[in-house]
């Protein structure tokens, strides 16, 4: 039965020119479908599927305490599978067809205070091993709103130092160009001078800018892990992540001004309602407008 997964799987990476995390994540929850489907249910073809199958399957995900994203992204896998094996005339019905994603509340994302940052960038020793390397990605990834993969798959060829801007690969491929500011491309060419050319005598080949010790292109797992190390050693009492400088990028240009079309251009969203969560303000601030503006302060 799962020989339509790698159909499917075909058809998403030749015609869809899905991201690699993305087409692991699709073949993840369909064998997990799948799986459900012939163990617990005894189906042995996906085409006697129906939308009580289904409703059954998510039941079950539901039942075990999977947060509300894995379900509604479980959801959006079997719907687009199953709407696959119609269009290919496999399914005389699409059984996900009447299927409802679950809704999910809005969190706001967790982003870090402009002191925050400055703190991170500052705690890096100048003579610590790799220095110039963790300053030039941090201050580059916060200075340019870069998701993780996008700054370990950036290369020497998309640095545009006429014009002070890079060349960005984002989801599915879509390159765009984003401002690069002062302060990150001076770190940048520092790595770039003083660090990297050991780094490549190790790996000539490499293309990537961000190198680990024995030259090769950077993971993201790695990149987590130093922004982990100098978090703490900043002394910053909060979860952070990579995405969380891009989270503090994008909040900070908006609270500081920013038109949102200009931030949703750069941070690569085909969708402006996905930039439009940026725009809450903290706490603090609120109540300082308040208090500032409202005619009942004296």
Request: hydrophobic letters at 40%.
């Amino acid at each position: 039965m799962k020989h339509y997964i790698r159909d499917y799987m075909t058809m998403l990476k030749v015609e869809r020119n899905l991201a690699q995390n993305s087409l692991e994540s699709y073949e993840r929850d369909l064998l997990q479908y799948h799986d459900f489907l012939e163990s617990e249910l005894n189906i042995k073809s996906i085409l006697n599927v129906t939308l009580g199958h289904i409703r059954s399957y998510l039941r079950t995900m539901n039942d075990k305490g999977l947060a509300a994203n894995s379900v509604k992204r479980a959801v959006s896998s079997i719907r687009t599978y199953h709407n696959f094996l119609s269009a290919e005339g496999l399914m005389v019905d699409n059984p996900a067809q009447l299927l409802d994603a679950p809704k999910i509340p809005q969190k706001l994302p967790n982003i870090l205070t402009i002191q925050e940052v400055d703190d991170i960038l500052s705690v890096i020793p100048e003579k610590a091993p790799m220095a110039k390397r963790d300053l030039a990605i941090f201050e580059m990834m916060y200075s340019c709103g870069l998701r993780v993969t996008e700054l370990c798959d950036f290369k020497t060829t998309d640095i545009l130092w006429d014009s002070e801007m890079i060349r960005v690969s984002g989801k599915g491929d879509k390159q765009r160009f984003v401002p690069i500011g002062p302060i990150a491309r001076e770190n940048l060419k520092n790595y770039l001078n003083h660090e990297r050319p050991a780094l490549t005598d190790k790996n000539p080949n490499v293309a990537e800018v961000f190198l680990s010790r024995n030259g090769r292109k950077l993971t993201r797992m790695m990149i987590w892990i130093l922004l982990k190390k100098w978090s703490e050693a900043a002394g910053v009492d909060k979860e952070v992540s990579p995405h969380t400088l891009r989270h503090s990028f994008a909040t900070h240009l908006l609270e500081g001004g920013a038109d949102l079309r200009s931030v949703q251009e750069m941070l690569g969203h085909s969708d402006i309602a996905t930039t439009q969560i940026y725009t809450h303000v903290d706490k603090a601030h609120l109540k300082e407008v308040h208090k500032t503006f409202h005619p009942r302060f004296d």
